[in-house]
Nanobody
């Protein structure tokens, strides 16, 4: 059984930073890709960033490129999303997800999901 647990959300002013964490457990993730998604009220869940667990390749949505960084800590089986220069438009519930494949941008492709963590950016 795979479990993903996010943490690190909160309220921050525009221009500020937050780091989200996703602790993974239940299996080895060497053949998995990890993704971060977000969902704002009334909107569809959208891809934010992804990272291949084995070779470290990354991919970002254009809206966050240059501001967000996805990284991992193999020893702790944890994936991070460092978010800098935050904007009110980044306000959403952020979800961590895993898929036994290369990086995918479609939420439907992912097999496992965390419970989400709220990020609110005030103007």
């Amino acid at each position: 059984q795979v479990q993903l647990v996010e943490s690190g959300g909160g309220l921050v002013q525009a221009g500020g930073s937050l780091r989200l964490s996703c602790a993974a457990s239940g299996r080895t993730f060497s053949s998995y890709a990890m993704g971060w998604f977000r969902q704002a009220p009334g909107k569809e869940r959208e891809f934010v960033a992804g990272r291949s667990w084995s070779d470290g390749r990354t991919y970002y949505a254009d809206s966050v490129k240059g501001r967000f960084t996805i990284s991992r800590d193999n020893g702790r089986k944890t994936v991070y999303l460092q978010m800098n220069s935050l904007k009110p438009a980044d306000t959403a519930v952020y979800y961590c997800a895993a898929v036994k494949s290369t990086i995918k941008v479609a939420a439907l492709e992912y097999e496992y999901w965390g419970q989400g963590t709220q990020v609110t950016v005030s103007s």
